[in-house]
């Protein structure tokens, strides 16, 4: 899938921004979000939303259920972005980690060593802030202090941008589907392609 700046996109986004950074810097990070989420839905093909698609396109032939279900797999395990907003940004980190804690953005599936590389220009551009950067540092320090090779993912970087930009309380998750939909169409039509007709 060709990945370019969804430019139309991201100047409907710039409405619902505020705050201290230039229209061109909001612009410049929700574009490098748009390309993240985009590129590693799709290099990361059995992601719980993609993979939803998947068993809904078979099961039904219906393109509106599959995206339904895509949607539907995001906000607990996968995908938590408002949680991960909350967690890094509204409540106190504790001192220690508690043992099988599990915390919303961080963690990957697919890169357990690493932060997955499709984040790595969201990453540059987030550590130029410390007011956003430092709370998943922090997170990330809790992990190292208890051998915990966990990683912050998606839902983190994506919570991130969210508070840089000004981005409204409860509609995080617009910054996940909204570029995401392209891609799970593609993996629709993947499955419709080699699936019978149901009669």
Not at 21 to 34: F, K, M, Q, S
């Given at each position: 899938m060709e990945n370019r700046d969804p430019v139309p996109v991201i100047t409907d986004w710039l409405q619902f921004t505020s705050g201290p950074l230039t229209?061109?810097?909001r612009e410049r990070i929700l574009a490098a979000l748009w390309r993240a989420h985009v590129t590693s839905s799709t290099n990361n093909e059995q992601n719980a939303s993609n993979v939803a698609v998947m068993v809904s396109a078979a099961a039904s032939g219906s393109v509106a259920n599959a995206l339904v279900s895509a949607i539907?797999?995001?906000?607990?395990?996968?995908?938590p972005v408002t949680q991960a907003r909350r967690q890094l940004y509204r409540e106190k980190a504790p001192d220690k980690l508690p043992e099988r804690w599990v915390v919303p953005g961080f963690g990957n599936s697919f890169f357990k060593d690493?932060?997955?590389?499709?984040?790595?220009?969201?990453?540059?551009?987030?550590?130029?802030?410390a007011n956003v950067?430092?709370?998943i540092e922090t997170?990330?320090?809790?992990?190292?202090a208890a051998n915990k090779g966990?990683?912050?993912?998606?839902?983190?970087?994506t919570a991130a941008v969210a508070e840089l930009v000004g981005w409204p309380e409860g509609l995080e998750p617009v910054l996940v589907i909204q570029p995401r939909i392209?891609?799970?169409a593609a993996v629709f039509q993947g499955v419709a392609e080699v699936t019978p007709q149901l009669q």
């Amino acid at each position: 899938m060709e990945n370019r700046d969804p430019v139309p996109v991201i100047t409907d986004w710039l409405q619902f921004t505020s705050g201290p950074l230039t229209l061109a810097e909001r612009e410049r990070i929700l574009a490098a979000l748009w390309r993240a989420h985009v590129t590693s839905s799709t290099n990361n093909e059995q992601n719980a939303s993609n993979v939803a698609v998947m068993v809904s396109a078979a099961a039904s032939g219906s393109v509106a259920n599959a995206l339904v279900s895509a949607i539907a797999a995001t906000g607990g395990r996968h995908a938590p972005v408002t949680q991960a907003r909350r967690q890094l940004y509204r409540e106190k980190a504790p001192d220690k980690l508690p043992e099988r804690w599990v915390v919303p953005g961080f963690g990957n599936s697919f890169f357990k060593d690493r932060i997955d590389p499709a984040w790595d220009s969201v990453v540059a551009l987030l550590r130029s802030h410390a007011n956003v950067w430092g709370p998943i540092e922090t997170w990330q320090a809790l992990f190292r202090a208890a051998n915990k090779g966990v990683h912050p993912n998606a839902a983190a970087f994506t919570a991130a941008v969210a508070e840089l930009v000004g981005w409204p309380e409860g509609l995080e998750p617009v910054l996940v589907i909204q570029p995401r939909i392209s891609v799970w169409a593609a993996v629709f039509q993947g499955v419709a392609e080699v699936t019978p007709q149901l009669q």
